[in-house]
């Protein structure tokens, strides 16, 4: 008897379920997240920093009267960074500036000349003091990764002094034991990079710059840098 009860009551119960189950709505299916795509719009600013090394006319920084002369120049640079750009797709449009302090110098005895004719020996030193560039950027981004190309302005602050080893004329003047001088001189500048998101504010980058006076050529310098730039944009 009790058994008897108990099973009609099991197959009431099922029937009254598979019944109430029957009457609620579909349930939706659960259709995945897409993860945002990263993005390289936005103002930026940042800090940079590496090494420099090339050539210099010592002379010519002073007066451009003797023979042509490249001495070899090397030393560190840090400073900062200030930059715009947008992305459209997978390209990446931008500018940038950038001013560094830098240390690049070199040092030597030299013999200048004028029409190929030697004067007298000088201790020379010569040197970047400071080191700035405008550019305009274009990349191509794949998610939180930016390769790119860049080529603009440099500007530059170059010094040189000279002490007299052997008499005789120095710096163009006769009888001058000692002489120095500064120059600022605008070139050009062309290099690539890439940069890495590792937020979607924060990025890394690492660069190569090729850098020039045109008139003169006075310096030539090659220069890799590191950066980390935080961006007013992202998601």
Request: hydrophobic share 40%; aromatic share 10%; proline share 4%.
């Amino acid at each position: 008897m009790i058994r008897t009860f108990l099973t009609t009551l099991a197959v009431v119960a099922g029937a009254t379920f598979s019944a109430a189950a029957a009457d609620l709505p579909a349930r939706a299916p659960v259709m995945p997240v897409a993860p945002l795509a990263y993005n390289w719009t936005g103002i930026y600013l940042g800090l940079n920093g590496g090494w420099g090394w090339g050539t210099q006319d010592p002379l010519n920084v002073i007066t451009d009267r003797f023979d042509q002369f490249g001495m070899n120049i090397s030393g560190g640079m840090v400073g900062g960074t200030l930059g715009a750009q947008v992305q459209v797709a997978h390209v990446v449009l931008g500018l940038e500036a950038d001013l560094d302090w830098a240390n690049i110098r070199g040092s030597g005895t030299i013999t200048p000349s004028i029409l190929g004719v030697p004067l007298s020996t000088f201790q020379t030193s010569t040197k970047i003091d400071w080191i700035g560039t405008a550019r305009a950027r274009i990349g191509y981004a794949e998610n939180n990764w930016l390769w790119y190309l860049t080529g603009g302005l440099t500007l530059a602050e170059a010094k040189t002094d000279l002490t007299n080893v052997t008499g005789g004329i120095t710096c163009g003047t006769a009888n001058e034991p000692f002489c120095s001088g500064s120059s600022k001189k605008v070139g050009a500048a062309a290099g690539l990079g890439f940069e890495y998101g590792i937020t979607p504010n924060l990025s890394a980058k690492v660069e190569y710059l090729y850098m020039t006076a045109v008139s003169t050529e006075i310096s030539k310098i090659n220069s890799i840098r590191l950066g980390l730039n935080y961006r007013f944009g992202g998601y």
